[in-house]
């Protein structure tokens, strides 16, 4: 476990810096209050990516799904979803959420993974994030739930 500190201006470096883990672990947990920078973070992943898309949140589509080409030039996907208008467990999963968690994509990035917790594999790498000021934010990385 490891914890980043960064400035908001500087949120590519902090992307460039944990990505490695990132791309081991493809379905990522992002945890953290309202305005603690998750959405702020997924897009710098994917200007990180050089997505063809514009990122955006998913907080009403619950699914955003956007592609790149990786170094060997193969077109990739990424899933974003924004769990947090989800009640529960069986919402999530009526809503397609486990089907998402098993197709195929480069990288699969949840906000509000508490929302259907038991849906996500052991292997899931968990990203909490807090504001420490107007501009600056930390991300403790663990590669397992912390509790």
């Not at 200007?47 to 699914?63: D, H, K, W």
């Not at 799904?65 to 899933?79: C, E, I, L, R």
């Not at 990035?109 to 849906?119: C, R, T, V």
Request: glycine share 4%; net charge negative.
């Amino acid at each position: 476990m490891k914890t980043v500190e960064y400035a908001l201006e500087d949120i590519q470096k902090t992307v460039a810096e944990i990505w490695p883990l990132m791309e081991v672990h493809k379905i990522v947990a992002l945890h953290g209050d309202l305005g603690a920078g998750k959405t702020t973070f997924v897009s710098a992943v994917c200007r990180y990516l050089q997505v063809a898309e514009t990122p955006g949140s998913p907080t009403f589509s619950l699914i955003n799904q956007y592609t790149f080409n990786d170094k060997a030039g193969n077109t990739q996907m990424v899933y974003h979803a924004d769990w947090y208008r989800l009640h529960d467990e069986e919402e999530a999963r009526n809503a397609g959420m486990e089907d998402m968690l098993q197709s195929d994509y480069a990288l699969c990035i949840i906000e509000w993974p508490e929302k259907a917790a038991s849906l996500l594999p052991s292997d899931t790498l968990h990203l909490y994030f807090r504001a420490t000021g107007d501009a600056s934010r930390e991300i403790t990385v663990a590669e397992h739930k912390i509790v």
